[in-house]
Each structure stands twice: as structure tokens, then as C-alpha cells.
């Protein structure tokens, strides 16, 4: 909050009492300085990991010692001839202001071709604003003690790296008491024997399905005989044995991603359930041992699988979106009199490529643009495309438009007045916004992939041969032709 110029009540009394300047990140505390501020001091090792500015009008960047290029070393470029001294330079100086863009010739006059690279990739708001210093480590920029957290426990080598990917477990077609089971199982906090006996004495730390072995994890839900009989006869003759799974991870992810051997007509969210369905009966088989010693019947086991999984399957397939309302799959006309215009991205090894397919409500081609483009990551490259989409329907002087795209990301942050878009591609929005100002009627509108063939392949070609172009209805090359003819009929 300090660094980033947060004008606060605390932060004016904490800047006035030890002197906080501009270049406070780089610069040593002073003698006067109490233990808490040095404390506060300390964190700077941290926050130079992440912190970076974005370019508002640049006058307030030294190019030689402020953060200001998220993609090199230390967020510092690198001169062209590292031998001679650097003249001090503002980022200003750099910016050409009459047409908001960078001086490309000097860029790259100044600095080593990456560092010049990564500058001519970063985009100029055409409205200048204040210079902010953002945290680029989170998605929005703002900072965090959990990020900040997260960075020194990766310096210390202390944090742990999970194979497991939770996301694929929170978004499991199946009831949350089944999902919070899987992922204390994934976790190994489930209180088995093994488990209870490390935190109090335990007399007994036998599997109480088989009494034979130590109730580990990987005991109880792989290698215990019922556990196995279960397996066999619910889960298509899977023998677990078969597997390797040394840990409650690797159980885990048998769920997550199943082995191709399994049930190859079944889909996979199907197949992930069964096998959750199969370890929650091991468990309750288990604890209806503990607790009454009620006999085991293992086909009242598989009886209660195979029922629960008719239950909860019939939930999930009848509350489908899908099968209750079908959403548009195929690109469809604009209403009468209007431009639909449809925007794509392609991006591979570090090049990408922007295609802008524009259409009347007749289907008719008006034009395709395609070019390539030097931003770094797809997320960018779609941004740009959609700013470069708004600019063609301004020169065009088109006065109803629809502009659609496939980045869900790109069109929340264009649609949504509360959303917070990502830090990398803030300046491309506000753009954007601010070109729609001079075309009377438009619309953002996010589609599926499926409805944005044309730009997709417009976009692909021109990364493949990386090239130009723009065509018109009699020039089409033969595929985008197809294309297009497909999405009108």
C-alpha cells in the first residue's frame, strides 16, 4: 500500500514520518527508522517479485530503475550496450503522444531486441492517466498477504507442490458431501487407524474389514481383499493391484483422471463418479464395522453403488442446461440493418495472429482482416483483436454493431461495470471502451467457439503463413469460404 501510492490517512502519516519517496523499493531505510519499520522494510525482498508498474503516461518511470516490463528479468529492460552509462529516461520519452504508441525505431535503438520486444507489447492507454504500481503475481493486480505468502514460501523452498488438480475435483458432477469426502481423502485427513494411532495410542491399528494389515489409506481402499471384491464387481473388473498408487493423492487422481481400460463408452464424469461412489462404500463399509460389526454383505454394497449412481446421475443429467435449453451453436444473423462483427486470436510458440470477420444481417461477407501481432500471451492477442475490431467499425462508420467473441474473460471485462479485469490487458479495454464512444449502437457478446468458426480460421491462417490480408466476398480463400457459407445455411 506504501509503494503503491495508496492515499490513505495512515499511508500520508507513514510517508511523512519516514520519508517515503518514489523510489522507496529500491532505496534503503533510514537511520531513524524504528524496528516495526524495519520489519515493514524487510517485505521489500518480497514485493519486488511482483510488483510492476502499468504505463498511465509514463512521466512518472524511470526506465533504468523502476519495475515497468512485466515480461524480463527484475521487470528492468536491459540497454542495447550494456558497457556504456544510461542517460537518465523517462517512459514518456519513449511514447509518441499525438498518436498514444510507442517510438518503435527508438525502442529499439535503446534497448536489447527482448527487452524492446516485451516494451512494444505493452499497451498505451489512449486516454494517459497516472502511472500504478500493481502486483502482476494476481490476475487483477491487487496485492495480497496470501500471494505475498506464496512467493516467500517458494524462495524458502518450503512450499509444497500438489499433483492433484482441485479445480477438476470442485467442478465433479457429484453431490458436495461426496466432493468434501474426496478431498479429505486427498489430503489424508481421514481418521484411519494409521492416522489416529500417529495423534493417540491405539492398541489395535489393524484394517477392520480384513484384520490382517495396518489400516493405511492405500490398505483400505486398494489392497484390502473386500475392498478389492468390491472393485471388481462395481468398477468394470478393475483390479487395483494393477495400479500404482503409493498415496492418498494417487487415489485421488484414479478419480480425477481414470486409467483409459475403464468403461470406453461411458463419459468420463460417469466413470470418475463410480469410482467415488466405490471408495465412499469401502469407507461406510468400514465405519458400519467400527461402530455396530454388522455383518459385511457385499452385494448389498454393489446394490447401493449402482443405485446411487442411477440417483445422482438422472439429478445431473436432467438439471443440464443442455438438455433443458439449447444454447446457440452456430453463428446466427444480426438483426435487420446491423454489422455483426466476430473476433478471434491465434497464438502459438510465442507468436499470435488477430482476424476480424465482419458480416451484414444478410450474412454477407463485407470484409475479413487478418494480421499477425507481437503480444505475448493469447489472453492479449485476444484483447487486441477486439480493439482492433472496434477500430475498423469507427473507420468504417459503421453505426450498429455486434462484436463477438470467444474470450469470456475479454467480453466480462467489457460488459460488466463491476468486473476487474486482468492487469495485462487493462489498458486494451479501457480502449476499447473508449473507441465504442464514437459508434452510436454496439454490443459485446461472448459466444461459444462453435460460433466463431470464420474468425478462428481467419485467424489460423494468417499465424501459419504469417502474412496480411484482407478479403472480401469474391476472394475468399476455399476453406473460409466453406465456412462462412455453413454458418448462413
Keep these: 500500500m506504501i509503494a503503491s501510492k495508496r492515499d490513505s490517512l495512515c499511508m500520508q502519516i507513514l510517508r511523512a514520518k519516514y520519508k517515503v519517496k518514489h523510489d522507496w523499493l529500491r532505496s534503503d531505510p533510514p537511520k531513524s527508522a524504528s524496528p ?9 525482498k518480497i514485493i519486488v517479485k511482483g510488483a510492476c508498474y502499468l504505463i498511465g503516461d509514463g512521466t512518472s518511470i ?10 524480463v528479468h527484475t521487470f ?27 517510438k518503435a525505431h527508438l525502442v529499439h535503438e535503446i534497448f536489447d531486441p527482448p527487452s524492446a520486444q516485451a516494451i512494444l507489447s505493452i499497451s498505451i492507454p489512449s486516454r494517459p492517466t497516472a502511472d500504478k504500481l500493481c502486483w502482476i503475481l494476481d490476475p487483477k493486480g491487487k496485492f495480497s498477504v496470501k500471494s505475498a505468502c506464496q512467493v516467500s514460501n517458494s ?17 465433479l458432477k457429484a453431490p458436495e458431501r461426496i466432493k468434501m469426502f474426496l478431498w479429505r481423502l486427498g489430503v489424508n485427513a481421514l481418521p484411519t487407524r494409521e492416522n489416529l494411532s500417529k495423534r493417540m495410542e491405539i492398541n489395535d491399528t489393524s484394517c477392520l474389514l480384513c484384520k490382517n494389515v495396518v489400516e493405511t489409506p ?32 494417487d487415489i485421488l487422481n484414479l478419480v480425477l483422471n481414470p486409467p483409459s481400460p475403464f468403461s470406453p463408452a461411458m463419459e468420463q464424469w460417469k466413470i470418475s463418479l463410480t469410482l467415488a461412489l466405490t ?7 468400514r465405519n458400519t464395522e467400527l461402530h455396530s460389526n454388522a455383518p459385511i454383505i457385499l452385494l448389498d454394497s454393489i446394490k447401493m453403488v449402482q443405485r446411487r449412481f442411477l440417483e445422482i446421475t438422472n439429478v445431473y443429467t436432467n438439471s443440464d442446461p443442455s438438455s433443458l435449453c439449447q444454447q446457440a451453436i452456430h453463428w446466427t444473423l444480426p438483426p435487420l440493418g446491423w454489422i455483426k462483427v466476430n473476433v478471434d486470436a491465434a497464438f502459438s510458440n510465442s507468436r499470435s495472429a488477430l ?8 450474412g454477407n461477407i463485407c470484409n475479413i482482416w487478418a494480421r499477425t501481432s507481437t503480444q505475448p500471451s493469447s489472453l492479449q ?11 475498423i467499425a469507427k473507420r468504417e462508420r459503421w453505426r450498429q454493431v455486434i462484436f463477438e467473441s470467444d474470450s469470456k474473460i475479454c467480453i466480462d471485462a467489457l460488459t460488466s461495470t463491476n468486473a476487474v479485469s486482468h492487469w495485462s490487458i487493462q489498458a486494451t479495454i479501457n480502449n476499447c471502451l473508449s473507441v465504442t464512444e464514437s459508434i452510436p449502437e454496439c454490443s459485446f457478446v461472448w459466444i461459444r467457439r462453435s460460433c466463431n468458426s470464420a474468425a478462428h480460421e481467419a485467424a489460423r491462417l494468417a499465424l501459419i503463413s504469417k502474412f496480411s490480408f484482407v478479403f472480401n466476398k469474391d476472394n475468399l480463400p476455399p476453406a473460409l469460404a466453406a465456412i462462412c457459407k455453413e454458418d448462413v445455411h
Excluded at 36 to 44: G, P, V
Excluded at 155 to 171: A, E, F, R
Excluded at 218 to 245: D, M, N, Q, T, Y
Aim: glycine share 2%; with cysteine; proline share 7%.
Design 76 to 102: 528492468i529492460p536491459k540497454p542495447r550496450d550494456e558497457s556504456s552509462p544510461q542517460p537518465p529516461l523517462k517512459v514518456s520519452q519513449l511514447i509518441n503522444s499525438d498518436c498514444h504508441c510507442w
Design 36 to 44: 516495526i519499520w524495519r520489519a515493514i522494510e524487510n517485505a521489500k
Design 381 to 391: 492477442a485476444e484483447a487486441e483483436a477486439l480493439l482492433w475490431a472496434t477500430q
Design 155 to 171: 524462495q524458502d523452498g518450503t512450499q509444497t507442490v500438489s499433483s492433484i488438480n482441485w479445480k477438476k475435483l470442485w467442478s
Design 62 to 71: 524511470d526506465v533504468w530503475q523502476d519495475p515497468w516490463v512485466p515480461w
Design 218 to 249: 492405500c490398505h483400505l481402499f486398494l489392497h484390502c481383499p473386500i475392498a478389492r471384491a468390491l472393485w471388481f464387481s462395481v468398477c468394470w473388473g478393475f483390479k487395483p493391484e494393477e495400479i500404482s498408487a503409493s498415496s492418498t493423492e
Design 355 to 362: 482476424a476480424v470477420v465482419a458480416r451484414d444481417y444478410n
Design 279 to 285: 471408495l465412499e462404500e469401502i469407507w461406510r463399509l
